[in-house]
């Protein structure tokens, strides 16, 4: 009888700890993920604020395999990454790509040409996203960037460097606001 309280005892404890979750401006993530048999860790969580009212537009998180506070580094890594972008408030798809369009334009320099292809795929899986509704970007070592929108993966946009550029947005020197880039780098 002692035995099976110990294990009860045991199991508990071992079940609450592993149920950690993070939460940012009422949306809640766990604090680990597995991707494609991939162990990550929730790096930090972030709010995308617009206007000049601060409004709240999304809640991202992003996770890795190895945490991590460098930006360029996590960019320029060969490792299995997510991001997930939790939205709270009804957001038009041009918008969602007018938003992709100044990030890549702030954030490739002179090299735009060389992804205006794969931006003019991504932007076309962009739709509608209602309050409540994610979208997902995973970047897959040696094949790319997998775009799911609301549960549905659209597809694969091949290239690292692609991938790379995408992550830039957020963890770049010019993200959307500084307050989203610092969160997900864990810096706040």
Same mark, same amino acid.
Request: glycine share 10%; hydrophobic share 40%.
């Given at each position: 009888?002692?035995?099976?309280? $110990?294990?009860? *005892?045991?199991?508990?404890?071992?079940?609450?700890?592993? $149920?950690?979750?993070? #939460?940012? =401006?009422?949306?809640?993530?766990?604090?680990?993920?597995?991707?494609?048999?991939?162990?990550?860790?929730?790096?930090?969580? +972030? *709010?995308?604020?617009?206007?000049?009212?601060?409004?709240?537009?999304?809640?991202?998180? /992003?996770?890795?395999?190895?945490?991590?506070?460098? +930006?360029?580094?996590?960019?320029?890594? #060969?490792? *299995?990454?997510?991001?997930?972008?939790?939205?709270?408030?009804?957001?038009?798809? %041009?918008?969602? !790509?007018?938003?992709? !369009? %100044?990030?890549f334009m702030k954030n490739c +320099?002179?090299?735009?040409? $060389?992804?205006?292809?794969?931006?003019?795929?991504?932007?076309?899986?962009?739709? %509608?996203?209602?309050?409540? #509704?994610?979208?997902?970007?995973?970047?897959?070592?040696?094949?790319?960037?997998?775009?799911?929108?609301?549960?549905?993966?659209?597809?694969?946009? #091949? +290239?690292?460097?692609? !991938?790379? $550029?995408?992550?830039?947005?957020?963890?770049?020197? =010019?993200?959307?606001?500084?307050?989203?880039?610092?969160?997900? /780098?864990?810096?706040?």
């Open positions: 009888m002692k035995t099976s309280f $110990v294990f009860l *005892t045991l199991f508990l404890v071992t079940a609450t700890v592993s $149920v950690h979750a993070m #939460e940012r =401006d009422g949306v809640e993530y766990p604090d680990a993920i597995t991707v494609n048999g991939v162990d990550l860790v929730l790096n930090g969580l +972030g *709010t995308r604020e617009a206007t000049i009212f601060s409004v709240n537009v999304y809640v991202a998180a /992003l996770y890795l395999e190895n945490p991590s506070s460098d +930006g360029y580094a996590i960019c320029q890594s #060969e490792e *299995t990454k997510r991001l997930i972008l939790h939205f709270v408030r009804d957001v038009k798809g %041009e918008d969602i !790509a007018g938003a992709w !369009a %100044e990030g +320099g002179d090299d735009l040409t $060389v992804y205006e292809s794969r931006i003019t795929t991504l932007n076309s899986w962009m739709s %509608e996203m209602k309050d409540g #509704e994610r979208m997902m970007f995973t970047c897959i070592p040696g094949t790319g960037l997998e775009v799911s929108v609301k549960g549905t993966v659209m597809g694969t946009i #091949e +290239g690292s460097d692609f !991938a790379s $550029v995408f992550l830039s947005i957020w963890l770049g020197d =010019d993200p959307p606001n500084g307050g989203l880039r610092n969160g997900l /780098l864990g810096l706040d």
